[in-house]
Nanobody
Framework: QVQLVESGGGLVQPGGSLRLSCAASGRLFNILTMAWHRQAPGNQRELVASVTMRGTTNYADFVKGRFTISRDNAKNTVYLQMNSLKPEDTAVYYC???????WGQGTQVTVSS
């Protein structure tokens, strides 16, 4: 059993930065690939980035060079550093244990002037 709790969302101006955190409970965290997804109103949920237990990362093309995913296995936490934010990054961001039904509740990110 894994429980995921996201934090760090909010309102930011275009070009700004936010750092999302996802705290995980449960002993499986260290063996799981973790991912961030997002869903904007009227759109399907889409994968943003993922990180394996060994730290190998993968990014969607629309965030490459702007977002960085990382994890701290000692703290059971995965992060998403988001820089150079654009209005089209506005969405609810969800943390997910890859290939499982473990999802967080989501955190709202709004990019607007």
């Amino acid at each position: 059993q894994v429980q995921l709790v996201e934090s760090g969302g909010g309102l930011v101006q275009p070009g700004g930065s936010l750092r999302l955190s996802c705290a995980a409970s449960g002993r499986l965290f260290n063996i799981l690939t973790m991912a961030w997804h997002r869903q904007a109103p009227g759109n399907q949920r889409e994968l943003v980035a993922s990180v394996t237990m060994r730290g190998t990362t993968n990014y969607a093309d629309f965030v490459k060079g702007r977002f960085t995913i990382s994890r701290d296995n000692a703290k059971n936490t995965v992060y998403l550093q988001m820089n150079s934010l654009k209005p089209e990054d506005t969405a609810v961001y969800y943390c997910n244990a890859w290939n499982t039904n473990y999802w967080g509740q989501g955190t709202q990110v709004t990019v607007s002037s």
